[in-house]
């Protein structure tokens, strides 16, 4: 196993974990709060289809990416540690400005967005 030189890369991805669950668990807020009370549970349910989806498609792609860093890495045996983490450094720079890109679209969409959950009448 190959250990970050840098001990803080544990604890930036523990962040990035953390960030993504709260965003997902206020984009659902927000979703649901959009539609009117007989379609919220539509609006959840297409939310999390979308999401689900979206992970799944990601995955893929990342797992593309990795692979194909990796066996076009300048090491000879493609299965080891360093051959692998080549890989992994530039799916993690790709997620990094995925993310960027992300929260800037989100920084946008949710400036008008108001207050949720307040009860209206």
Sequence with gaps: MVRPQNPTQ????????FLATVMFTV???VITD???EKTQALGGAVFQTV???GTSLGLAIMASI???????S????KSSP???MEGYRVTFWVSFGWMMLACAIGGLGLRRVGKVGLKRE
């Design 27 to 29: 984009a659902a807020l």
């Design 82 to 84: 360093e051959a692998l």
């Design 34 to 36: 959009v539609f009117p």
């Design 51 to 53: 999401a689900q989806f």
């Design 74 to 77: 300048g090491f000879q045996v």
């Design 10 to 17: 544990n604890e930036g991805e523990d962040i990035l974990t």
């Design 66 to 72: 990795s692979s194909s860093v990796t066996d076009h």
